[in-house]
């Protein structure tokens, strides 16, 4: 009988550590992401308040979409029609506006001089070759839980000459050329 027990837990440990998988790491070192589904903020009656958090790589604007998403409205919103909440940055703002009912309406979100993700970067690079990216904002605006905006900004430049661009966080360049 004690064979037995010793056989059973080699067995459920053996097989336990062959269970775990090795990780590939996919191609040019970088991490596939996946996209988030949006985040139900609170129920108001029949309605839910939807934000749907955005994947930028700056640290600051995820930071403040976390501090937005945390925030607790409470009964603030009583006895307004409407209610704005305003959360700042030294790089940006982010604006929401909720109803009566305490249900959010918008979100626009604004900063400035933040890390531009890599599409933006590569198609900004083979599109002008030779320009560098001297200042940039970044834009991005929901209503009801629809994205409205999400692009950038951006004032390259050359030698002398400086050029301003708006391009889509895919990296589509849609005006400026």
């Given at each position: ?29 970088n991490m596939k992401i996946e996209e ?142």
């Amino acid at each position: 009988m004690k064979a037995f027990s010793f056989l059973v837990l080699f067995l459920s440990i053996t097989t336990a550590s062959f269970s775990q998988g090795t990780m590939e790491t996919p191609a040019q070192g970088n991490m596939k992401i996946e996209e988030l589904p949006a985040v139900v903020i609170k129920n108001v009656g029949k309605d839910f308040s939807i934000y749907i958090p955005d994947r930028n790589p700056d640290a600051s604007v995820r930071a403040l979409e976390d501090k937005f998403i945390a925030y607790d409205l409470g009964k603030d919103y009583l006895g307004f029609e409407n209610y704005l909440v305003i959360m700042e940055t030294a790089k940006g703002s982010l604006t929401a506006t909720y109803n009566k009912n305490g249900k959010l309406l918008t979100v626009i979100e604004n900063y400035k001089n933040v890390k531009i993700p890599n599409e933006v970067i590569y198609s900004i690079y083979k599109s002008f070759p030779g320009w560098h990216i001297i200042k940039d904002k970044y834009l991005y605006s929901q209503k009801e839980g629809d994205i409205i905006k999400k692009e950038y900004n951006l004032k390259i430049k050359k030698d002398k000459e400086i050029r301003s661009l708006v391009v889509k966080a895919d990296g589509e360049v849609i005006k400026g050329m």
